[in-house]
């Protein structure tokens, strides 16, 4: 199975934002960003999302050219458990692959639980906006990870 982690692509700037940090969306380099993200071929992947709405932008692109449905999941929220993430990776049963979209304070934690678990990383270790890293699962053992650099637009 692979799981596609992709963090948030750019979003208007937190510190001149006055509403819910939960309703922030994308800037327009974001949606830029997003509009590349779409194109990533995942297969026939299950997408879920964090309710935020830059997460959810991000993704939608991407679900529209797939034609399926976007999954909004409280685990992929800011703040969320990163462990919860990954034992649902992990020790779910997932007919498909799955596209998820969070946040850059859970993707690092989720990757560094998985590496702990033997997964082997291919790349910085970072999870920059709009970045994709792609992790092989087998049998419920995460095994390797590659990474994508978010879109240069």
């Known amino acids: ?6 963090r948030h692509a750019n979003a208007e700037s937190r510190k001149s934002w006055t509403e819910p940090d939960s309703a922030r969306p994308l800037s ?4 830029s960003q997003a509009e590349v993200i779409a194109r990533f071929d995942v297969g026939d992947a299950t997408i879920h999302t964090s309710p935020a709405v830059r997460c959810h932008s991000t993704i939608e692109p991407m679900a529209t050219r797939l034609g399926v449905k ?3 999941d409280s685990r992929l929220a800011e703040g969320a458990d990163p462990q919860a993430v990954v034992t649902w990776i992990c020790e779910g049963e ?5 596209v998820l979209c969070a946040h ?6 989720v990757l560094r639980l998985m590496a702990l678990r033997g997964m082997t990383l291919d790349g910085p270790g970072t999870v920059g906006k709009g970045s994709i890293w792609t992790c092989k699962v087998e049998g419920g053992h995460p095994a390797h990870a590659s990474y994508r650099p978010p879109p240069a637009v």
Do not use: N
């Open 1 to 6: 199975m692979l799981v596609h982690l992709i």
């Open 28 to 31: 327009p380099k974001g949606i």
């Open 70 to 72: 976007v999954h909004i």
């Open 94 to 98: 997932h007919e498909t692959d799955l």
């Open 104 to 109: 850059g304070d859970v993707l690092p934690q």
